[in-house]
């Protein structure tokens, strides 16, 4: 983690977070689904430096989903987009991906 002095005595800590939006076809949903599910439980539990990975998917739009990552560095993003299951998630995304946004923000709390 990278520690933030602010004010005397406390210390914040920043973390790398990715925010994912993704649209799927609609043909390829339970492909999608258990690639990015595999992924998300390999990523906590193999990945140094993966803190949390959240998958969410729209109530009333099945084929969008949300991905809440967070990382103690950019590294360990860097390194996890490296990763065996990261790869096999991203060849079946590649095929059923038809939207996707991509946000990097640094979290930080006390």
């Not at 602010?6 to 043909?27: A, K, Y």
């Not at 690639?35 to 729209?58: I, K």
């Given at each position: ?27 390829l949903l ?81």
């Open positions: 983690m990278n520690p933030i002095v602010s004010m005397p005595g406390s210390i914040v800590t920043s973390m790398h977070i990715v925010l994912v939006l993704v649209t799927v076809r609609t043909e339970e492909e999608f689904e258990r690639a990015l599910l595999h992924n998300a439980r390999e990523s906590v539990a193999r990945d140094p430096g993966c803190v949390r990975f959240d998958v969410s998917q729209q109530l009333d739009d099945p084929a969008r989903w949300v991905l809440y990552e967070v990382y103690d560095s950019p590294d360990a993003h860097a390194a996890h987009r490296r990763s065996p299951h990261f790869l096999a998630y991203d060849a079946v995304a590649a095929r059923a991906v038809v939207d996707k946004t991509v946000i990097r923000a640094s979290g930080k709390h006390t």
